[in-house]
Structures are given as structure tokens and as C-alpha cells.
């Protein structure tokens, strides 16, 4: 088998059916991947491989076959975890170019930004300039009232957890497009961890969607994409989305 690797060639996936899922379609983004092109003895053709494709909040490997004038849809599979979990050398044939931070690679490489990478996170990301606010509530199950990171209480006595990165702040402090929420622990201690999503002023903006994560060692092992609606600062605006329990 001849192997070719094309990196983060795109674009000639134009002549992929309409009808089928194609990185053309509204809503389907492919997330800086590098794809993999190989000739096929089995099938006498070559096969574009493109392994991180995101179609609303879910990922996807997509296989496209050359036609002789173009590329058609193959086959497709769903993926689990976030993109950049999803797009390393083995699958994407050399890598991946993400440029945000709820991509683990992206994220360790740009710890101001990001916020750092701990033995165990819980990060939030979204794209306007609203004040989500991220709430990690620790239940040891001694009876000993827990704890709570927040941005009342950045740095835990009890877990040494630290809320390094509060982005939109009253819509003035740290105020950016590309804003992180991000609560790391480097020896998180038993117990039960608790991930609450809060929306806490509207910006301007109305209803935000925000990706919520939960990493071990760096790697994403919990990841939901939530729609954030009210927007009070109260316990009334937060969303339980995780648990995470340390043994």
C-alpha cells in the first residue's frame, strides 16, 4: 500500500454527495485534522481518511473514496471524547493543529489562556463575551461540609484545587471572545466532584452554549455541550453536569 499523508487538505472534499454527511454541510465542521490519503489494493482506489469531523455534538471519522474526478462518501463512524482526543498520529496521520482550548494538546500548550493542566480538570469554553461562571463542588462523604471552588473561593483548602482562569467577569475583567473557565486539582483527594455550569450576567449576547469537560491527566473523559439561559448568578442559574468520583 502506497501512503500518502496530505495535512489538513480539506478542500477536496467538494464533490462529496449532498445527500450524505459532508464537511459542506451547515453545521458539520471539521476540526483541524490532519487527513490521510491511501491506495486501497483491496478496493483498487484510493481512500481519504478524515478523522475528527464534528457534526453538532458529536465526532466523526469520515472515509472518502476518489471517484476519478472527485471524492464520495464511504463510510462514516462515530467517534467519542473530544476532537483532539480523537486526532492523534495513529488516526490522523500526523497530528492535529487545534487552536482551542477545549482541545487537550492546545490546551497544555497554552496554559495563560487555557488555565493549566492538572491531574484532574473540569473546563468550560464558549465563543462570546457573556460571564459563565463554573462551579466545582467537592463532597469528601465524611460529613465534613466539602468544599467549593468558585470565584468566591479560587483556591481549596481541603482539595487544592484552583480556579485559574475566570474569563468575562462582570463583563469587564478578562473580557474576550475566546473566554475559558478552567478548575484544576494536581492530587485531587477522594471523594465525589461535582461539576456546576452557572450562568451569571448576560453580556449582550442571550443564550449561550458552552462546552463542558472533565479531563484525567490532560486526557477528556467527560464532554457535553449545554445551553446556558438564565442568568441571575444564583444556585437558580446553575446546571449540574458532571459527577466525577476519586477513589
Keep these: 500500500m502506497t501512503r500518502i499523508y496530505l495535512f489538513c ?3 477536496v472534499m ?30 483498487g482506489n484510493f481512500v481519504l481518511s478524515i478523522p475528527c469531523v ?10 472518502l473514496t476518489w471517484n476519478g474526478s472527485g471524492f464520495s462518501l464511504f ?8 476532537c483532539a482526543s480523537n ?13 482551542d482550548c477545549s482541545c487537550p494538546d492546545f490546551a ?21 463575551s457573556n460571564d459563565v461562571d463554573l462551579r466545582v463542588v ?12 468558585w470565584y468566591n473561593n479560587k483556591t481549596g483548602e481541603k482539595t487544592g484545587g484552583m480556579l ?11 473580557v474576550t471572545n475566546r473566554p475559558v473557565e478552567n478548575i484544576f486539582f494536581e492530587a485531587p483527594p477522594a471523594g465525589i466532584y461535582t461539576m456546576k455550569v452557572c450562568g451569571y450576567q448576560d453580556c449582550g449576547n442571550g443564550d449561550t452554549s458552552v462546552t463542558a469537560q472533565v479531563l484525567v491527566n490532560g486526557t477528556v473523559v467527560k464532554e457535553k455541550s449545554i445551553v446556558v439561559k438564565t442568568w441571575n448568578g444564583g444556585d437558580s442559574s446553575c446546571t449540574d453536569v458532571f459527577t466525577y468520583t476519586v477513589n
Excluded at 488555565?115 to 468550560?124: A, D, E, I, V, Y
Design 9 to 11: 487538505l480539506l478542500a
Design 14 to 43: 467538494t464533490a462529496v454527495p449532498s445527500h450524505a454527511m459532508s464537511v459542506l454541510d451547515t453545521g458539520v465542521r471539521p476540526d483541524g485534522c490532519c487527513a490521510k490519503l491511501d491506495f486501497s489494493s483491496t478496493i
Design 54 to 63: 464534528q457534526y453538532g455534538n458529536n465526532y466523526y471519522t469520515l472515509e
Design 75 to 82: 463510510n462514516y463512524m462515530e467517534t467519542q471524547g473530544s
Design 87 to 99: 486526532c492523534t498520529g495513529a488516526n490522523g496521520g500526523g497530528g492535529n493543529i487545534c487552536a
Design 108 to 128: 497544555r500548550a497554552h496554559p495563560l489562556e487555557c488555565g493549566q493542566t492538572g491531574r484532574l480538570n473540569f473546563r468550560l469554553t464558549w465563543k462570546n
Design 138 to 149: 467537592y463532597d469528601s462523604g465524611q460529613n465534613d461540609n466539602g468544599e467549593i471552588i
Design 164 to 174: 485559574d482562569v475566570d474569563a468575562n467577569a462582570d463583563c469587564s475583567s478578562n
